[in-house]
Nanobody, 127 residues
Framework: QVQLVESGGGLVQAGDSLTLSCAAS????????MTWFRQAPGKSREFVAA????????YYTDSVKGRFTISGDNAKNTVFLQINSLKPEDTATYYC????????????????????WGQGTQVAVSS
């Protein structure tokens, strides 16, 4: 059983930067990405970014490219999400996810494929 624990959220001002962390207890399948999703109040959970710790390959949703950077530490089973130039629309609960089954790079954004979820860390951006 894998447990994911996110940290690093908080209340920040627009323009600030923040780095979120997700630590996994237990081994993450090499063919499963570690992925960040977010859910804003009243909205559905959406894909943000994913990385395969074994290869370092990274994937982003278009709306965050250039401002968000995902990275990982394979030895520590930890993934990070650096967010620059925060905007009020980035306000959301950010969740880390992984799977017990392989996930193709083509479908990393499909939240239905993920088995393990963290409890989430809240990010609130004031204007």
């Amino acid at each position: 059983q894998v447990q994911l624990v996110e940290s690093g959220g908080g209340l920040v001002q627009a323009g600030d930067s923040l780095t979120l962390s997700c630590a996994a207890s237990g081994r993450i399948l090499s063919t499963s990405p570690m992925t960040w999703f977010r859910q804003a109040p009243g909205k559905s959970r959406e894909f943000v970014a994913a990385t395969f710790l074994s290869t370092g390959n990274k994937y982003y949703t278009d709306s965050v490219k250039g401002r968000f950077t995902i990275s990982g530490d394979n030895a520590k089973n930890t993934v990070f999400l650096q967010i620059n130039s925060l905007k009020p629309e980035d306000t959301a609960t950010y969740y880390c996810a992984a799977s017990k089954s392989p996930i193709s790079r083509l479908v990393v954004a499909d939240r239905r494929l993920y088995t393990y979820w963290g409890q989430g860390t809240q990010v609130a951006v004031s204007s």
